[in-house]
């Protein structure tokens, strides 16, 4: 948080909140459970960028364990290539990459169930759902939240400042020490990636 601060020296303010979702997450994913995040326009490809910082080494490499090596040399052709090559992961799901599915949805349904229909559909007692949501009153990031909260999902919101309806359906509230749009996003690229690098530095060596 030191470095994060010395950089941003507003998102002090974010360091409790941003501890608290760092604590729900290694818990989840230390039960076994998953990561589902969403988001809207720029938002979206900010779900797809901390996907892709913890489905694959972010900072470090994470080989494989290297007592495991005679298990995947044994068990297929490849295996001693596989186990050199892959890396240590954190199941995450980023629901905006679902282009048909929301797209069939907008046309037989409604567009704005898009992402409550997801968690609905991958979402699990003791995941996570993590929502960006730059003005925290977009309604289908409501409806993920709501169906998140009764499904048994703890809910983590990234926001700007300002009174966003979705905050009553969050465990934990981040609010970027903004209320421009752009500057907000910029705060959520540094918020999630010290986020990834505290998970990363949690179960990786």
Same mark, same amino acid.
């Given at each position: ?27 989840? *994913?230390?039960? $076994? ?7 809207? $326009? ?15 080494? *972010? ?5 494989? /364990? ?10 297929? @052709? +490849? ?10 992961a ?5 629901? @905006?990459?679902?282009?048909? *599915?929301?797209? /069939?949805?907008?046309?037989?349904v ?5 992402y /409550? ?14 929502a960006?949501?730059?003005?925290g ?6 409806? /993920? ?16 400042m $300002? ?5 009553? *359906?969050? +465990?934990?509230?981040?609010?970027? @020490?903004?209320?421009?749009? @752009? ?23």
């Amino acid at each position: 948080m030191k470095q994060l601060v010395e950089r941003y020296p507003q998102l002090e303010s974010c360091q409790r909140d941003m501890e608290m979702a760092f604590s729900i997450m290694k818990y989840s *994913f230390q039960s $076994g459970g998953k990561l589902l995040v969403c988001g809207n $326009g720029g938002s979206a490809a900010d779900c797809s960028h901390i996907a892709g910082e913890l489905l694959k080494g *972010f900072l470090k490499k994470r080989r494989l /364990a290297e007592e495991l090596r005679d298990t995947w040399t044994l068990a297929v @052709p +490849d295996g001693r290539f596989l186990h050199e090559n892959l890396q240590g992961a954190l199941p995450v799901i980023s629901l @905006p990459e679902q282009l048909s *599915f929301s797209t /069939a949805l907008a046309n037989d349904v409604r567009g704005d169930l898009n992402y /409550a229909q997801l968690v609905y559909a991958y979402g699990r007692e003791g995941d996570v759902l993590l929502a960006l949501n730059t003005s925290g009153n977009s309604e289908n990031i409501k409806y /993920a939240l709501e169906t998140a909260k009764v499904l048994g999902l703890k809910n983590i919101g990234l926001s700007g400042m $300002g009174n966003g309806k979705i905050k009553e *359906f969050c +465990d934990v509230y981040v609010q970027a @020490p903004s209320l421009c749009t @752009p500057e907000i996003q910029e705060y959520h690229l540094a918020v999630y990636h010290t986020l990834c690098r505290w998970l990363e530095e949690e179960f990786f060596l």
